[in-house]
């Protein structure tokens, strides 16, 4: 990460910083940055829905998903999760913005007459956990949602296996 500013900085001094093509270039280096420390870090993801007598975690890190209906961790199912599909969930994550997640606003209300299942969202990315407001499982906030979309797909192929 301390290599960043440097490179940063060569590339606004060597080409120029006032053209439309040098900004988009930047940009692209600045993401591809981005992702290779996506995939270098520790990187995971907990899903959980709950309502009174119903609790479910999904657990996904590069190398399982891991699925539980016990508060505790007990008697979870952990399945292995494809290098395509994690490739898939780097690509998602570059387009997050974690250090705002906790402020996303929700769409629905319904979790509070407990009309649906109440969810919730927190990533750790280089050892900072981010977490998201709890939202009405099946109707995310939009900037999250192509994420929860993935790892409730990961976890219903992984169950029909």
Do not use: C
């Not at 870090?41 to 190398?63: A, D, H, V």
């Not at 192509?146 to 992984?158: E, G, R």
């Amino acid at each position: 990460m301390t290599y960043l500013f440097p490179i940063i900085m060569y590339l606004i001094t060597a080409i120029g910083y006032n053209s439309v093509s040098n900004d988009i270039l930047i940009n692209n280096v600045i993401n591809n940055i981005h992702t290779e420390n996506l995939q270098k870090e520790n990187l995971s993801m907990t899903y959980t829905t709950q309502t009174r007598g119903f609790y479910e975690e999904i657990r996904l890190s590069k190398s399982s998903l891991k699925i539980s209906n016990e508060r505790n961790g007990k008697d979870s199912v952990i399945h292995k999760v494809s290098e395509k599909d994690w490739q898939e969930i780097q690509h998602i994550m570059t387009t997050l913005d974690l250090e705002n997640i906790s402020l996303l606003k929700v769409p629905t209300e319904n979790r509070y007459a407990d009309r649906v299942l109440i969810a919730g969202l927190a990533i750790t990315s280089h050892e900072k956990n981010f977490i998201t407001p709890e939202f009405d499982h099946g109707n995310p906030p939009k900037e999250i949602r192509k994420l929860v979309d993935k790892i409730l797909s990961l976890k219903k192929v992984a169950l029909k296996q």
